[in-house]
């Protein structure tokens, strides 16, 4: 058996973890040092603009130690962000141990501890690791600190590593070697390969990623998936090594790919296990569930002509994200689109800017929400993700929404403003812990409606930067919910309702009614904003008219200038969506939802 | 003041509610004789704190530059059929020495060939304004005067920085009607924060009891790279937008109930003949040749811009260049969006059948019961209010 080594990198955002990856690529001879430039592991544009990693990715990196013994070590990158923990949790039950990184000049935070969690949940071998000890402002002591208060982990056996430099980068690669354990040897056993992750290859199909546990697999082998029950037959195994590599087969132990002829990664389930369908193994891997999506948004083309051509992308898009979950939708006021779900935020914006350059669609996301829970007076329940679909109020005996534990670590001295954001957005059961002298763990319940929003951005703005925050979902709580409806020149648009706590329904109806009256450019007649409950107005405001729009002069060498701003102004109005006579620009359908606090 | 900047363009119909041919009979500058020439006189004795055209305050390049004009002009002979206005703006072309005025004047009736009723403009500055110059301006073929007078108020005048007061614009235009011009246009400025209203109709009433044949009414713009600009940021300069648009409503009822037709955004005029000529071309789409540093100029398809700086262009000049810093082809989307912009910022609007049928739709059943735009003659032509919103509504019908 090859001498194999699995282990993930996990880290908080911006410590550094796709720069050091990077450098292994490197010093593995993957890639020259000239090639280094740009990230290796994030591929897609959006993941190096925001400095994250969205998808899973892995690669096989030769390594042969001082002793001259070759191994192959498994770096498998995890995506960086709370929406997509589930999939960190399946690459982690992928892994031996993992490599927990620190910056030195920031310390251990709130996701570095969720990240440690997880884990310690999948028993691996921890390596602490202090990156960016070649910043100026790097604190090494104050880190081994953290790492021992705030980790329990210890601190003064810690690697101390430069991912841009390579400083203490080989010791590092031995010490994965001699520190994470090599994975057990069960190749005799029937195949049991955990799928981590998959994506789209336009002449292949879905490229599933995947661990083996126990057994083997080769190219002819019939396979099935386990959750699905389906077979297929396997036409290519191999490793990735920033390309696909060929191999012969994956043995337990191995992590790689596979290519089966499965049309599109929605008909792969990350978290399922592959077994052979003639000898299948007795039971599937732990820890399979389904996805589910938390967010839920309408999403319309601009122009209502190119409802066709968005169905297109979506279902282009989809090939190549099993989670996003979307189905028709039709609003009087945009008419027809799509509703769709997403695991978070995050992953509604990247799907909306994805599906903005990648494929060029001109869309209009509304606000997003959550799915409550209606218990009607006939005893039914409901599930609404949709502020459309209320239920009629006279019919409601109990509504409900989703909670959430919210965990935010942040130096202490913003603890009152954070204390006030909590509970602003109706944070109870708070709990406080100092973790180490200057540093606070802040716990709350939040209802998930008052998270998605903006809350982690005023987040970060009431703690200069330095809180992180990160949640779990927990529960479904009693709650006295009522639908705040937008009604533009009296005509009640369906597509800016949104679902309030009925206690703050007039400040959130002003609120947004003010915000409407900012994101609603001006026309040559006035415009009347009004929030409503049922068919009470409860809020007003007014976009005044245009009274004068004209340049003073415009002789021989103006004419070039005013026409380019015509041009201008003219690509600005087709990002805006016609309802009624009024223009509304794709912000002002979130801006509802954005509240008064700054 | 300077403007008109020159340039060649397709064939429009200077006249506007008369039927005119379509667009793909426009001719090219070469093959007609109505095109006009604007030189563009980059020399002020001040700069105003207002005004951001390219002039500058100095004397000694004077000939350099009417030399380099007239290099300029002999390199575009052959392209220019021949031209029926002539337009001297600035800067302030009151201040050419009489003799350097003649001469280059004599230099391009020698280039090009002007039709013999060519309307020839000068702009001046009141204050160089007497009787000797006046005469010597009407002996060289001016005969029409663009005096810029923006205001009847000293207040109003040392506000605006001008080396003038109000009884040397008053002088000004008695001694050019002394002096036998009878096309006589003033310009104005108004739109400021705090301007009083009583003022402004004083200057008004004053404008109608003078008579001129045309005035030019400009709502002050806060241009870049001005003192204004600067001093705008720390304490706002310009009325709200719902006074300038009331002053501008006013203006238009005070100066139409004087006798004068507002037939463009900033101008009026006594009757359909004084409107000027020259610059009805800009809006019509007619080609006009600019000369001179920063001059435009249009040749029926094609968009130039001289050299802006007065340096820059007598280098081009002196290194045997053409002056030119660019130019731009306009594609068809292009020239039809110029003509919906520039029709409606004019009493004769824009034929209907420029615009699309869905943009024609939304301003018959939007515009015009809004009372912004009317139909006359096959032409959708803004009302008053309609030329207060003219940008907007051409971004409302180019589609």
Redesign the interface.
């Known amino acids: 058996m090859r001498r194999v080594r699995n282990f993930s990198i996990i880290a908080h955002i911006d410590h550094g973890k796709s720069t050091l990856a990077d450098r292994f690529i490197q010093q593995a001879g993957l890639v020259s040092e000239r090639e280094l430039g740009e990230q290796m592991l994030d591929n897609l544009d959006i993941e190096r603009e925001r400095g994250i990693t969205i998808k899973s990715q892995t690669v096989n990196l030769p390594y042969t130690a001082p002793d001259g013994s070759a191994y192959e070590l498994n770096l498998i990158d995890t995506p960086g962000h709370v929406d997509f923990s589930y999939e960190v949790s399946r690459a982690l039950a992928s892994c031996e141990g993992v490599l927990l990184l620190v910056d030195a000049s920031q310390g251990v935070q709130a996701q570095t501890v969720a990240n440690l969690y997880a884990a310690l949940e999948h028993d691996l071998v921890i390596l602490p690791v202090i990156n960016k000890i070649d910043l100026p402002v790097a604190d090494i002591p104050r880190a081994r600190e953290q790492i021992e208060s705030d980790l329990g982990l210890d601190g003064s056996a810690a690697w101390q590593v430069s991912g841009k430099t390579g400083v203490g980068v080989p010791e590092l690669l031995q010490a994965i070697v001699e520190h994470i354990p090599p994975p057990q040897d069960r190749s005799q056993e029937p195949l049991q390969a955990l799928i981590f992750d998959a994506h789209y290859d336009a002449f292949r199909g879905a490229v599933i990623s995947c661990r083996v546990f126990a057994g083997r697999v080769r190219p002819g082998d019939e396979i099935r998936l386990m959750s699905t029950g389906r077979n297929y037959r396997v036409e290519e195994v191999g490793v990735f090594r920033l390309k696909r590599v060929p191999r012969e087969e994956l043995a337990a132990g191995d992590v790689g790919y596979l290519i089966a002829g499965i049309k599109t990664v929605s008909d792969t389930r990350v978290g399922d296990t592959i077994t052979l369908a003639e000898q299948p193994a007795a039971a599937p891997l732990p820890g399979f569930r389904e996805m589910k999506p938390v967010v839920f948004s309408s999403l319309y083309p601009i122009a209502s002509d190119d409802y066709l051509s968005l169905a297109d992308a979506l279902e282009k898009y989809k090939l190549n994200d099993a989670a996003l979950t979307y189905q028709k939708d039709s609003s009087a006021a945009l008419g027809q689109g799509f509703r769709c779900g997403f695991l978070g935020l995050l992953h509604l914006e990247i799907v909306q800017e994805r599906l903005e350059r990648e494929f060029d669609q001109a869309i209009l996301m509304t606000a997003p929400s959550v799915q409550y829970r209606f218990t009607l007076n006939d005893g039914t329940q409901v599930v609404i993700d949709n502020p459309a679909h209320y239920p009629d109020p006279g019919s409601i005996r109990k509504a409900e929404e989703p909670y959430i534990r919210a965990t935010i670590i942040s130096p202490d001295r913003y603890l009152g403003a954070l204390m006030k954001l909590c509970l602003d957005r109706r944070g109870t059961n708070s709990d406080l812990q100092f973790l180490s002298p200057g540093r606070a763990q802040l716990r709350f319940d939040l209802p998930l409606g008052e998270v998605i929003y903006d809350f982690y951005d005023r987040l970060k703005s009431v703690t200069q930067g330095y809180g992180s925050f990160d949640y779990e979902l927990i529960d479904y709580r009693e709650s006295d919910l009522c639908k705040l409806d937008i009604l533009v020149n009296g005509e009640r648009v369906d597509a800016l309702s949104i679902i309030v706590f009925r206690e703050r329904a007039r400040a959130r109806a002003l609120v947004a009614c003010e915000r409407l009256k900012e994101e609603i450019p001006r026309q040559q007649f006035k415009i009347a904003i009004q929030g409503a409950i049922g068919g009470q107005i409860i809020a007003r405001s007014t976009v005044q008219p245009y009274r004068k729009d004209v340049t003073a002069k415009c002789y021989g060498g103006d004419v070039t200038r005013k026409r380019k701003l015509l041009e201008k102004q003219k690509k600005g109005k087709k990002r805006m969506k016609l309802v009624g006579d009024v223009e509304i620009p794709q912000s002002a359908f979130v801006a509802v939802l954005k509240t008064d606090e700054d | 003041m300077p ?5 060649r363009s397709a064939a429009e119909p200077t006249e506007p509610a008369r039927p005119t041919p379509p667009s793909s009979a426009t001719a090219q500058a070469d093959s007609r004789a109505d095109c006009g020439l ?1 030189v563009h006189v980059p020399f002020c004795a001040s700069k105003c704190p207002y005004c951001a055209f390219a002039s500058e305050v100095r004397s000694d390049l004077m000939e350099a530059w009417a030399g380099a004009v007239l290099r300029e002009a002999a390199a575009q002979a052959g392209r220019w059929g021949g031209f029926d206005t002539l337009y001297l703006g600035g800067g302030t072309p009151s201040l050419l020495p009489p003799r350097l005025l003649e001469r280059l004047l004599s230099g391009l009736r020698r280039v090009f060939r002007f039709a013999t009723d060519c309307e020839t403009t000068l702009e001046a500055n009141p204050g160089d304004v007497d009787r000797e110059r006046i005469g010597a301006w009407r002996a060289s073929g001016i005969n029409r005067l663009s005096l810029g007078i923006q205001s009847f108020s000293d207040p109003e005048l040392e506000f605006l920085g001008r080396r003038h007061d109000a009884q040397r614009a008053r002088r000004a235009l008695d001694l050019a009607r002394e002096a036998g011009f009878r096309n006589l246009g003033l310009d104005l400025v108004y739109g400021w924060r705090g301007q009083d209203e009583d003022t402004l109709c004083g200057t008004l009433a004053e404008v109608v009891r003078f008579g001129p044949e045309h005035v030019s009414c ?4 806060i241009e870049e790279g001005t003192p204004f600009f600067i001093r705008n940021k720390s304490r706002p300069l310009l009325a709200s ?2 006074e ?2 009331n002053r ?1 409503l006013l203006l238009s009822e005070v100066l139409g109930a004087g006798g004068f037709e507002h037939y463009e ?2 101008n009026f005029a006594r009757g359909a003949h004084f409107r000027s000529r020259h ?1 009805q071309k ?2 019509a789409r007619v080609p ?1 040749l ?1 000369l001179g540093p ?5 040749d029926g398809s094609r ?1 130039a ?1 001289n050299v802006r700086s007065l340096e820059g262009y007598l280098r081009s000049l002196g290194e045997g260049g053409t002056g030119r810093e660019g130019e ?1 082809a306009l594609d068809e989307r ?1 020239a039809r ?2 003509r919906i ?2 029709g409606l ?1 004019t009493c004769d609007g824009v034929r209907l059948d420029v615009l699309s049928a869905s943009a024609r739709e939304k301003a018959l059943s ?2 015009v019961p ?1 009372l ?1 735009l009317r139909v006359r003659a096959g032409r959708l032509c803004p009302t008053p209010r309609g ?6 509504l ?2 409302e019908l ?1 589609e």
């Not at chain 2, 403007?3 to 340039?7: D, E, F, K, M």
């Not at chain 2, 400009?218 to 713009?221: C, G, N, S």
């Not at chain 2, 030329?387 to 907007?392: H, I, K, W």
């Open positions: 403007r008109h900047l020159a340039t604007y400009y709502q002050l713009t937008e719902e300038q648009a501008f955004v900033s610059n800009y809006w006009t600019g920063a001059a435009h100029s249009f968009r811009w731009e292009q969006t110029e912009l520039l910022r939007k515009f809004q912004l030329m207060l919103l003219a940008d907007r051409a971004l180019c």
